[in-house]
């Protein structure tokens, strides 16, 4: 069931190493029911604890994100709006509200970080390449495996990952960054090295830029989600899980011998690791750019 609720504000931020250190969360919970999501946690706070099915949509999102945005402290930091759930999902095709956010963007000229399996991005391509050409907007999208039949299991309600890859392209083309997450390596599931190898493939021939590529961790709700997963899909894995994950996270062999099969692959595709950030453009940049992009209408 989606519920609405009026934010108060919208700009959160969180210590990270990657993307950016500001959030602004447009959906809480997520339809798209990703048996390893790591977000389950944050609806602890929402005196729920369903996060797949009870989603909650803040319709007066782009209101307060004009306002926050506009302030003269603000200093254009870009900013993800999908940190703890994916601004893509189902829902949104119904209530429509990343549109109006985008214009705030454009509005402030501030960049922004999108991340989605969904294909419904592509509603709003128009309005992110108005956006892109004054302030930089990155796309990234996190795939686990090409194989449809274990996606399907795994991410159900998501796009299929060749589609989310050709999405990316979409992307690209018109001059986004782009980023593709290889995340989560699923330990006996989707860490073959065949699988992993036809994602760096795909990478490599859509042209898609760098991949980063993360195994599964399983911490709290998480893990009780992913283990009910598994004795429904994979139940001869559970005692390799047992011991594989006694802290939470993989083993150090595991580990390094998934770091020995990526780093194999970066080599034979030439792909690496890289997160530029997102960034504003100057004056100078956007008023050449928006000549250009005028003399192109
Ligand atoms: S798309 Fe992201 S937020 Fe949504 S269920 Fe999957 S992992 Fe969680």
């Known amino acids: 069931m989606v519920k609405e609720l009026m934010a108060r ?3 959160h931020y969180h210590e990270r190493t990657f993307s950016t250190n500001w959030d602004a969360n447009i959906y809480r919970g997520c339809e798209h029911k990703c048996r390893y999501c790591f977000a389950q946690y944050s609806h602890r706070y ?3 604890e369903d996060f797949f099915e009870d989603i909650f949509v803040k319709i007066n999102a782009s209101e307060i994100l004009t306002k926050e945005l506009g302030k003269k402290k ?20 119904k209530y429509r509200i990343m549109p109006k956010v985008i214009r705030s963007f454009i509005a402030n000229r501030n960049p922004l970080v999108i991340v989605t399996k969904s294909i419904l991005i592509l509603r709003d391509i128009e309005l992110i390449k108005e956006l892109n050409n004054v302030a930089e907007v990155t796309v990234i999208i996190s795939v686990s495996t090409l194989d449809e039949e274990k996606r399907r299991s795994i991410e159900p309600k998501a796009a299929p990952t060749i589609e989310r890859m050709k999405m990316l392209k979409e992307f690209k083309d018109i001059g986004c960054k782009t980023v593709v997450l290889l995340m989560p390596i699923i330990p006996y599931i989707t860490d073959d090295e065949k699988d992993l190898d036809e994602i760096f493939r795909v990478t490599k021939e859509f042209g898609l830029g760098s991949i980063i590529a993360w195994p599964l961790h399983l911490h709290g709700k998480t893990k009780s989600v992913f283990y009910s997963f598994l004795r429904e899909h994979f139940p001869e894995l559970i005692s390799n899980y047992d011991l594989l994950y006694r802290n939470g996270t993989v083993s150090d062999e595991y580990s390094a011998d998934l770091q020995r099969t990526v780093s194999d692959l970066r080599k034979k595709y030439r792909l690496y690791s890289v997160y530029e950030q997102t960034r504003p453009k100057s004056d100078k940049w956007t008023q050449q750019s928006l000549m250009g992009f005028e003399r192109s209408q």
């Open 9 to 11: 504000s919208i700009l």
């Open 46 to 48: 929402l005196n729920t």
């Open 74 to 93: 603000w200093k254009k930091f870009p900013v993800n709006v999908s940190g703890i759930s994916d601004c893509y999902q189902p829902a949104e095709a």
